[in-house]
């Protein structure tokens, strides 16, 4: 059983500074690419952040300079460091990850996270 917690979010003001964290915990055998995306009221989900397992990276243009995604191996973890935050950033935001389960190690599923809530707001 692979599951992805996020954690992080909460209520900060324009200008100011998050860091989400998700942890990937379970049968694992590998972890491939990790990824961001956000959704927020009436819009569709969107890619913010992804990240590979050799480090690199791409972002979507709205967010790129602010935002910066990093992973530790070592502890099944992917951050996404979220600075000069805008209220257009306001949205729920979820983990994504490509695993390889060990009972199947040939075979990887995709996962999602419960998704945290981030808001940007006076």
């Known amino acids: 059983q692979v599951q992805l917690v996020e954690s992080g979010g909460g209520l900060v003001q324009p200008g100011g500074s998050l860091r989400l964290s998700c942890v990937a915990s379970g049968s694992i055998f590998r972890i491939n690419a990790m990824a961001w995306y956000r959704q927020a009221p009436g819009k569709e989900r969107e890619l913010v952040a992804r990240?590979?397992?050799?480090?690199?990276?791409n972002y979507v243009d709205s967010v790129k300079g602010r935002v910066t995604i990093s992973r530790d191996n070592a502890k099944n973890t992917v951050y996404l460091q979220m600075n000069s935050l805008k209220p257009e950033d306001t949205a729920v935001y979820y983990c994504?990850?490509?695993?390889?389960?060990?009972?199947?190690?040939?075979?990887?599923?995709?996962?999602w996270g419960q998704g945290t809530q981030v808001t940007v707001s006076s």
């Open positions: 994504n990850a490509q695993i390889l389960a060990t009972a199947s190690p040939y075979s990887g599923d995709t996962y």
């Open positions: 990240i590979t397992s050799g480090g690199s990276t």
